[in-house]
């Protein structure tokens, strides 16, 4: 199934699609994590057409505030049911769930991936969000995904 042309948000997972999944801990027990530099153009093209892009993590932690805010997307992290807080924010913005995009990486992705208009995997997600996915990312998380995904979204919206 094709991506959405036009959708009205784009609601990305944190840990495993922006970074690799791994995590470097210091000994002073701060993290540290890999992310592609490529993202942050993707991210402003479609920040330019107008589409709202916002990041729902789990995890809380520094590293997903700082990236966010680099990349000037409204974060929501240490979400426990990813499930609701997907719905309050589409209820919020007044966005119907078939006109969101949603990428994620591991199971507590699912209910959303399958709720929303267009469930999208990281090559290298688990595979039982691989199996449910309606598009399957080229590159792996953390590797050049979100741009893939940004690059994807463009094409689409510039096909009539």
């Not at 590293?63 to 426990?80: D, F």
Request: a negative charge; proline letters at 4%; aromatic letters at 4%.
């Amino acid at each position: 199934m094709p991506l959405l042309k036009s959708p009205k948000l784009i609601v990305f997972d944190f840990d495993g699609v922006f970074t690799d999944n791994g995590v470097l801990v210091h000994e002073d027990g701060s993290e540290s994590v890999f992310c592609s530099r490529a993202d942050g153009l993707g991210i402003s093209l479609l920040a330019a057409k107008g589409i709202l892009m916002v990041v729902l993590s789990t995890e809380e932690n520094p590293v997903v505030s700082a990236r966010s805010k680099k990349l000037g997307l409204p974060c929501y992290q240490g979400v426990r049911d990813k499930f609701q807080a997907l719905k309050a924010l589409l209820e919020e913005k007044r966005i119907d769930a078939e006109d969101v995009v949603y990428v994620g990486n591991d199971i507590n992705d699912l209910k959303c991936m399958e709720w929303v208009g267009c469930g999208v995997a990281v090559k290298d997600a688990e595979p039982a969000v691989l199996a449910k996915a309606k598009v399957v990312l080229k590159k792996e998380g953390g590797r050049g995904a979100v741009r893939e995904l940004c690059d994807l979204v463009m094409q689409e919206s510039s096909h009539p």
